[in-house]
T-cell receptor
Framework: RKEVEQDPGPFNVPEGATVAFNCTYSNSASQSFFWYRQDCRKEPKLLMSVYSSGNEDGRFTAQLNRASQYISLLIRDSKLSDSATYLCVVNRDNYGQNFVFGPGTRLSVLP | GAGVSQSPRYKVAKRGQDVALRCDPISGHVSLFWYQQALGQGPEFLTYFQNEAQLDKSGLPSDRFFAERPEGSVSTLKIQRTQQEDSAVYLC?????????????FGPGTRLTVL
């Protein structure tokens, strides 16, 4: 089993749709969790950190379920500019400096 | 302000050639990371520095890969005797300190093609 797994995608959704991405991780000792966004042929950029209590940033909501080792990202009211690959990121150890990236889920928002 | 920069942006090497990839992190950032990203995959961790100390090199795929950060700022990733499977984008990232929950700031990457 891979350390971080994500929905294979791609997701093609119309503008205004709500879309959810799922991610599972295998290391129960992981302490830090993130969603990064990567545009085509660009570098990854932090979208949001994921906290135990769940957190929201505008149209984006992240959830963490430690018992199930599961992370989710919900995007409401999708915009064309949301088209990108979404990477789930988990730290590999307690020191948090060895990060594992999932394979990514590609999203295309269509007009 | 200036972000993370990497050079060269593109490198074509013949199989067996040695290459050196440079990373200039954000000024003052303590932590520096190298990743390898194959087409259609997420970045794979290679190694991590805190200042000049290489604290984790568990992701380096073979002893042909070597990284250094001698003065705790600029870092170089060297690949000796390149092979076709080394073709990938090499990403460098930095973060302000050694705390585990900090954002990593990525450079644009070096796209290496080994013929």
């Amino acid at each position: 089993r891979k350390e971080v797994e994500q929905d294979p995608g791609p997701f093609n959704v119309p503008e205004g749709a709500t879309v959810a991405f799922n991610c599972t991780y295998s290391n129960s000792a992981s302490q830090s969790f993130f969603w990064y966004r990567q545009d085509c042929r660009k570098e990854p950029k932090l979208l949001m950190s994921v906290y135990s209590s769940g957190n929201e940033d505008g149209r984006f909501t992240a959830q963490l379920n430690r018992a199930s080792q599961y992370i989710s990202l919900l995007i409401r009211d999708s915009k064309l500019s949301d088209s990108a690959t979404y990477l789930c990121v988990v730290n590999r150890d307690n020191y948090g400096q060895n990060f594992v990236f999932g394979p990514g889920t590609r999203l295309s928002v269509l007009p | 302000g200036a972000g993370v920069s990497q050079s060269p942006r593109y490198k074509v090497a013949k199989r067996g050639q040695d290459v050196a990839l440079r990373c200039d992190p954000i000024s003052g950032h303590v932590s520096l990371f190298w990743y390898q990203q194959a087409l259609g995959q997420g970045p794979e961790f290679l190694t991590y520095f805190q200042n000049e100390a290489q604290l984790d090199k568990s992701g380096l795929p073979s002893d042909r890969f070597f990284a250094e950060r001698p003065e705790g700022s600029v870092s170089t990733l060297k690949i000796q005797r390149t092979q076709q499977e080394d073709s990938a984008v090499y990403l460098c990232a930095s973060s302000p300190d050694g705390l585990p929950y900090n954002e990593q700031f990525f450079g644009p990457g070096t796209r290496l093609t080994v013929l």
